[in-house]
């Protein structure tokens, strides 16, 4: 099974951009597509987008849209976020997930799981 760590959070201004990145290893890394979520303090945790690793194609939700962008890199088996013109409303912990894209996209319960990390718009 694929194992997940993301890096990159922190504190930033609004309009700010930050860059997340997510590194998978384990058997069959390329077998999975890898999407990012989101938990706010006090609220449910929310879906990003996600990126296939054969062909690049990513999704995102509506409320991030034309603002974030993923990204990979196959050889260093490494997806990235990036964040632009960020506002308070970006603030959460961030995590990478790894599984099939219907189950990344649509259910929205995959199984794999890196630890999350923290980022922070300031107003």
């Known amino acids: 099974q694929p194992q997940l760590a993301e890096s990159g959070g922190g504190l930033v201004q609004t309009g700010d951009s930050l860059r997340l990145s997510c590194v998978a290893s384990g058997r069959d890394v390329s077998r999975y597509a890898v999407g990012w979520f989101r938990q706010a303090p006090g609220k449910g945790r929310e879906f990003v987008g996600a990126i296939r690793w054969s062909d690049g194609n990513a999704r995102y939700a509506d409320s991030v849209k034309g603002r974030f962008t993923i990204s990979k890199d196959n050889a260093k088996k490494t997806v990235y976020l990036q964040m632009d013109s960020m506002t308070p409303e970006d603030t959460a912990v961030y995590y990478c997930?790894?599984?099939?894209?219907?189950?990344?996209?649509?259910?929205?319960?995959?199984?794999?799981w890196g630890q999350g990390t923290q980022v922070t718009v300031s107003s």
């Open positions: 997930a790894a599984d099939q894209v219907h189950t990344l996209v649509v259910t929205q319960r995959p199984r794999y």
